[in-house]
């Protein structure tokens, strides 16, 4: 139901593009431009116009509350002396939110808000200034009706004129113009242009108390708040009595009237400004310090001369073109000019309320359209930012305190047992919001409300459809997911395990104990098994006594066993349960998989063969008092064979990664990496290969395939591109001497010398390094190959594998640009690139994903680089295809979308 406010307004389209906003919304929302609203259209107060910035309202941004000197000692707890403010009820949805914010009744004329909001020392003179104004406007008609004056000067005021000023000032109240980029710079009415027709002679302070008197009503009327129309009527009256007082003079000095006005315009502009600058301390900078950042010359300049050129149209007409028209007597003449020039001016304040409207009914429904809303940004976040598309705010939150005063607000909740308020605020000197502010803010904070409750009935319903009700563990749906994912994002280096866990002789105990006993040892045993896991591993339950453990991140099929055993370990520990030690027997089944599967289900079924095996060998009479692992030998074995087979029969592939320069922006080398996709078990990580190669003493003729299919690669690379003529190649440091592959890798070099060969070797073998590898390495430099330490930066490198053995390139690893946001990593790798260029190495950074980091890496002096921002491994075809498209140019354009 439409609740209470402090204000209300029907001008609430305020600005354009450069109002100033925060570009936080969450914690200072500063409203939303409407595209069509010209630069005089500023919704904010003053003047002529208490808004809050004359009324005050206190608000965190207000520059005036939050002065260390300000007079009153509560102005940094505005709701301390209203009590309607603390008692307003909260709502929970899914009932329409109630909207809770201040009354014009709460505000009270002698009491402490009104000097929490103005200030003492601005509230009661300004507003003792319109009771003076109303007191000499009664005592200079009492004059005229009483005076013994001749009847051409004594004769009472025409009533219908001022009849006509009244209602006329009361239409124009609401149509106000601002002079700053913040809604807390001041606006200015222009009603101040309606007493050009006055009779100053006789009538000064009459005319003048009868427009403020209709200033004050039309303040009253948009605000609902005495208070704040007093102060904003007595501003406006001090600054029409300053207009008039400048007309008169100068009009009886016999000045143009063309200047009289303009100069009476910048007096009028000067004591509004005047007084609120003095007012709020100065404070008119966008960072609400002293200054006057936030203030505008052109949209003053814009309010200066729509003034004067209001009150020279309605003077002109006035004198000289109405009575062409119109028979009439002089005072009746003006009160139709007025009226006419407010009805105009009125109907300019409805066309900018239908804007503002239309702006609410597209907020509106572009929120209804949206749902439902997207929570990956968070609820509150997209509240604030349907609020600010919505209505015009000077800022919005969500928060946990009640609205205060010139705020509206209604209850919301965004999270369970989370109550909060979904609060828009304007700055003092804002306009006060409208009632379908508050209607449309309504709007958005049950539409917020039930999206929250829909996305955790959501969430409830996933979790339910995907966890176990007894443990609360994945089921089995939910962990044939998990599966998927673990094995589809692993790295190609990274392995899994599969383990499947049986309870044994769980039947039994169910039929012995009861059923609850069995509850009881299940959720023992998740709970363990949870404790007992990685956080990167999953835990499920698939059946009445059957788990499933997930091991991610693996390198080798010994860490999974020792993995196996530490878990298998934690769930086997008795349990007691009224005063009975329950001993609980697993039969475990573990598949390893090194590379990534084709179908990773045939891993479950791997480990569930295992587990059988292990219940079958203890009903055969194996051990059946402890827990057992049972390691699948199918895959391994048949890994093995793969591999064997590929090697031998030459089945191996060979892809290529270009390394380039990175101020050139141009392909110097390329990378020669080994693959191996066998059609069943899908590709087999690089490093399960290089293991089993090693395993079973085919590792240098692995490299040896490697090599000659890179250098014939090269070669062909060459006739295409002939800048091209580095081909690098990974080798173990022992694989350097000629009783393996050094005396091949010299031949090859004779074989193709326009191609420099590269041996990368792997830091981590420089360990071990010898001096006959020491002059082996020399002899292969001496031949015209070069020698390259690689993955240098990974796990615990040396300083002493730069100097161990001689080498021509340094390869960094990807872990030391993993997070180049740490200056360390930024001084680390400028180090190294400085030692290389002292040295005389060449430096080449691996592990480019990205244009930040490599924008980053060329700010630090790195000059050469490799990863997948320059290119994926490709094969040799793929390679050519690139190379005749787009030359050595290092960053290949995207393709353009289809259409």
Same mark, same amino acid.
């Given at each position: ?57 206190p608000t965190l941004n207000d520059p005036t509350l939050n002065d260390p ?105 609401? &149509?106000?113009? /601002? ?5 807390? %710079?001041?606006? $200015?009415?222009? *009603?101040? =242009?309606? @007493?050009?027709? !006055? ?90 310090? &002293?200054?006057? /950042? ?5 949209? %003053?300049?814009? $309010?200066?001369? *729509?003034? =004067?050129? @209001?009150?020279? !149209? ?417 080798l173990e440091v022992g694989q350097i001497t000629d009783d393996h592959l ?72 990807r872990s030391l640009i993993d997070d180049l946001d740490d200056y360390r ?75």
């Amino acid at each position: 139901m439409p609740g209470r406010r402090v204000g209300e307004d029907s001008v609430s389209d305020i600005g354009d593009e450069s109002y100033v906003r925060d570009p936080d919304p969450l914690k200072r929302s500063t409203g939303q431009s409407d595209p069509g609203q010209s630069d005089l259209g500023r919704g904010e107060l003053s003047p002529g116009h208490p808004g809050p910035s004359e009324s005050g309202v206190p608000t965190l941004n207000d520059p005036t509350l939050n002065d260390p000197n300000a007079d009153d000692p509560d102005a940094d707890d505005p709701d301390a002396d209203d009590p309607t403010v603390d008692d307003l009820p909260d709502h929970d949805p899914p009932v329409l939110p109630e909207p809770v914010h201040s009354a014009w009744s709460e505000i009270r004329v002698a009491g402490v808000l009104v000097s929490l909001q103005i200030g003492r020392s601005y509230f009661w003179p300004i507003s003792a200034a319109a009771v003076a104004v109303l007191v000499l406007g009664a005592l200079n008609a009492a004059k005229l009706i009483f005076s013994g004056l001749p009847s051409d000067i004594a004769a009472p005021a025409d009533l219908a004129y001022f009849v006509a000023l009244f209602i006329s000032t009361l239409l124009v109240t609401d &149509f106000r113009l /601002s002079v700053g980029r913040l809604a807390s %710079l001041p606006s $200015v009415s222009l *009603a101040v =242009s309606l @007493l050009v027709t !006055a009779d100053f002679a006789n009538q000064f302070f009459l005319s003048i108390a009868v427009w403020t008197l209709g200033f004050f009503c039309g303040l009253l009327l948009n605000s609902r708040n005495p208070s704040l129309s007093l102060y904003g009527s007595g501003l406006a009256a001090l600054g029409a009595t300053a207009w008039v007082a400048v007309v008169k003079a100068l009009a009886d000095a016999g000045v143009w009237p063309v200047a009289y006005i303009l100069v009476a315009t910048a007096v009028y502009l000067s004591v509004i400004l005047g007084i609120e600058f003095a007012r709020q301390k100065g404070r008119w900078s966008i960072q609400h310090t &002293f200054g006057i /950042s936030g203030f505008s010359a052109r949209r %003053l300049l814009g $309010v200066y001369f *729509a003034i =004067s050129a @209001l009150a020279l !149209a309605i003077g002109y007409i006035y004198s000289s073109l109405y009575f062409l028209l119109v028979e009439v007597n002089q005072t009746h003449r003006a009160a139709g000019i007025i009226l006419l020039a407010g009805a105009i001016l009125f109907l300019a304040s409805k066309w900018r309320q239908q804007r503002a409207l239309r702006r609410r009914l597209k907020g509106l429904t572009d929120a209804a359209l949206r749902l439902p809303w997207d929570t990956s940004r968070g609820l509150e976040a997209i509240a604030v930012e349907m609020v600010n598309n919505t209505i015009v705010a000077d800022r919005v939150d969500v928060r946990a305190t009640k609205p205060g005063h010139n705020e509206i607000g209604y209850s919301v909740r965004l999270a369970p047992d989370q109550h909060a308020y979904l609060v828009a605020s304007r700055e003092v000197s804002a306009v006060p919001f409208a009632r379908d502010d508050e209607r449309a803010l309504e709007a958005l904070a049950h539409l917020a409300t039930e999206a929250a409750r829909v996305t955790e009935d959501m969430a409830d319903l996933v979790l339910r459809a995907n966890s176990d009700s007894l443990t609360g563990l994945p089921n089995y749906s939910a962990f044939r997911t998990a599966l998927a994912k673990a094995n589809e994002e692993r790295s190609y280096s990274g392995a899994i395990a599969v383990l499947f866990i049986d309870l044994d002789s769980f039947k039994q105990l169910n039929d012995r104990r009861g059923h609850h006993v069995g509850d009881v040892m299940l959720i023992a045993i998740a709970d363990r098994l949870r404790e007992a896991a990685r956080p990167g591993d999953v835990v499920a339950r698939v059946g009445g006594d059957e788990f499933v453990v997930v091991l991610t991140e693996l390198r080798t099929l010994l860490e999974a066993k020792e993995l196996a055993e530490q878990i298998t370990a934690a769930a086997g520990m008795p349990i007691f349960y009224e005063d009975t030690e329950l001993r609980p027997i697993l039969s475990v089944g573990l598949a390893f998989s090194a590379h990534r599967e084709t179908d990773p289900n045939q891993l479950v079924i791997d480990a569930d063969s295992s587990m059988l095996a292990v219940k079958k060998s203890r009903r055969q009479g194996g051990p059946s008092s402890e827990s057992t692992i049972n390691i699948s030998p199918h895959r391994s074995a048949r890994i093995n064979d793969i591999v064997a087979d590929a090697i031998d029969n030459e089945k191996l592939t060979v892809v290529f990664q270009p390394i380039v320069n990175m101020i050139e922006n141009r392909i110097w080398g390329y990378e020669a990496l080994v693959r191996l996709t066998d059609p069943d078990l899908g590709a087999i990580s690089p490093g399960a290969l290089v293991e089993r190669a090693k395993s079973f003493g085919r590792m240098d003729e692995l490299t040896r395939q490697v090599m000659s299919k890179a250098m014939t690669a090269a070669r062909a690379i060459q006739l295409i591109e002939p800048s091209i003529a580095t081909m690098t190649v990974n080798l173990e440091v022992g694989q350097i001497t000629d009783d393996h592959l050094g005396l091949f890798a010299k031949n090859l070099a004779d074989r193709y010398p326009s191609i420099s060969l590269c041996l990368e070797l792997n830091e981590r073998s420089l360990r071990y390094v010898t001096d006959d590898l020491r002059r082996q390495s020399q002899a292969l430099r001496d031949h015209g190959i070069l020698i390259a330490i690689d993955d240098y930066g990974s796990e615990n490198s040396s300083v002493g594998s730069l100097v161990r053995i001689p080498m021509d390139i340094i390869k960094l690893d990807r872990s030391l640009i993993d997070d180049l946001d740490d200056y360390r990593q930024r001084e680390v790798v400028k180090a190294l690139q400085s030692f290389s260029d002292s040295t005389d190495y060449l430096t080449i950074v691996e592990g480019i994903e990205s244009k930040e980091t490599a924008e980053i890496l060329r700010r630090v002096g790195v000059r050469n680089a490799q990863g997948y921002y320059y290119g994926v491994p490709a094969t040799y075809e793929q390679v050519v295809d690139r190379l005749n498209r787009h030359g050595t140019v290092a960053l290949v354009p995207p393709a353009p979308k289809a259409r």
